[in-house]
């Protein structure tokens, strides 16, 4: 009997254009979101909206800088 053993790895990857200091964010109806893709499996991927609540760029920006340390930092733990 042959069996096969599947092992789901999730990978994160993070592009940042240090072109634009807008990356990642999007303006809709007065109040910047952050919008970013991530892929659970390797065939599949979800956008991912959500509201920063603020029409401040500069605030926006702030949060979009925290919610990346914050993600990055969680995932080098889940690696070690």
């Given at each position: 009997m042959n069996k096969k053993t599947s092992i789901q790895t999730e990978a994160l990857s993070?592009?940042?254009d240090e072109s634009n200091p807008n990356h990642h964010l999007w303006f809709n109806n007065g109040t910047w979101w952050i919008h970013y893709t991530i892929y659970p499996t390797p065939v599949t991927a979800a956008r991912i909206r959500r509201s920063l609540k603020t029409a401040d760029i500069l605030k926006?920006?702030?949060?979009?800088?925290e919610f990346f340390k914050e993600i990055l930092s969680t995932a080098s733990q889940l690696a070690a």
């Open positions: 993070l592009r940042i926006a920006r702030e949060l979009r800088d």
